[in-house]
């Protein structure tokens, strides 16, 4: 796992000590192609870069084969993360998200 998150959490989680529902979690959520994607680009945004990633983003207008999904309209405006809708990144992490709060609320 190419791990970039709190140090001792990882230590604890390696040593076999307990970790809360949370910190299991935050495990779940690292394996998400989707979560390391937006934690990259926060972090680069966080530093106002725009071209330390190895993700590319960029935007565009218009319905596209491809990108476009049902209900988009003809001139929707597309945000793009290494060529693929910014929305196929964040909806499985928002998911992940939807399903432990209600789980855990």
């Known amino acids: 796992m190419d791990f970039r998150g709190d140090y001792q959490l990882k230590q604890k989680k390696n040593k076999k000590i307990y970790l809360t529902k ?3 979690f935050f495990f779940e959520i690292w394996e998400l192609n989707e979560f390391r994607a937006i934690n990259s680009l926060c972090n680069r945004e966080k530093h106002f870069s725009t071209k330390n990633s190895d993700l590319k983003t960029s935007k565009f207008r ?11 309209s003809p001139d929707q405006e597309y945000f793009l ?8 990144v964040f909806f499985p992490v928002m998911g992940k998200y ?8």
Not at 62 to 72: M, P, S
Not at 81 to 88: L, V, Y
Not at 98 to 105: L, T, V
């Open 22 to 24: 949370e910190e299991l």
């Open 62 to 72: 218009g319905l596209n084969c491809g990108t476009g999904k049902c209900g988009d």
């Open 81 to 88: 993360i290494d060529g693929n809708d910014s929305r196929d």
């Open 98 to 105: 939807y399903h432990w709060f209600n789980k855990n609320a």
